[in-house]
């Protein structure tokens, strides 16, 4: 009997393990569905971004897939900053590590900024890269 009540928790916790595990994977389908729209998208576990022409789409995924959509177009963005523990860094020289990353977007009022989150900086670079040269274009 007392065996039985020590593997209980480690039971708990495979079936735990299990579900979330299915639940990444089902956000993962719904993220590639909604992404064949874009030229160019991205998922972690934060946001999903995609771009299509000079519109940028981001949300937040779930498994039926993204929520709390929102599009605006690079041609109102006044300027473009890498977040990286709610502070500015340097696109050419980021930190290696960070919490808080976001790439956040300076467009006129009433909107005054978007932030997008990431969960690595190396990703957050790398977009911030590619779009501040299509906002030079």
């Known amino acids: 009997m007392e065996r039985g ?12 393990l299990a579900w979330s595990g299915w639940n990444e994977y089902q956000k993962l ?6 992404a064949e729209q874009f030229e160019r998208a991205k998922y972690d576990i934060y946001a999903v971004l995609g ?7 981001w949300g937040k995924p779930t498994r039926k897939g993204p ?3 929102a599009t605006f177009s690079l041609k109102e963005v006044q300027s473009l900053h890498l977040l990286v523990n ?3 860094v340097s696109l050419e020289t980021p930190p290696e590590r960070g919490r808080n990353i976001a790439l956040e977007f300076i467009l006129p009022a009433p909107t005054a900024s978007v932030k997008v989150p990431f969960t ?3 990703l957050a670079v790398e977009w911030g890269k ?4 299509e906002l030079l274009k």
Do not use: G
């Open 130 to 133: 590619f779009l501040h040269k």
């Open 120 to 122: 690595q900086i190396s």
């Open 51 to 57: 771009q299509k022409n000079s519109h940028l789409t």
């Open 5 to 16: 009540l020590l593997w209980l928790p480690l039971l708990a916790i495979f079936f735990w």
């Open 67 to 69: 929520i709390d959509l």
């Open 29 to 34: 389908e719904a993220y590639k569905s909604w």
């Open 86 to 88: 709610n502070q500015v």
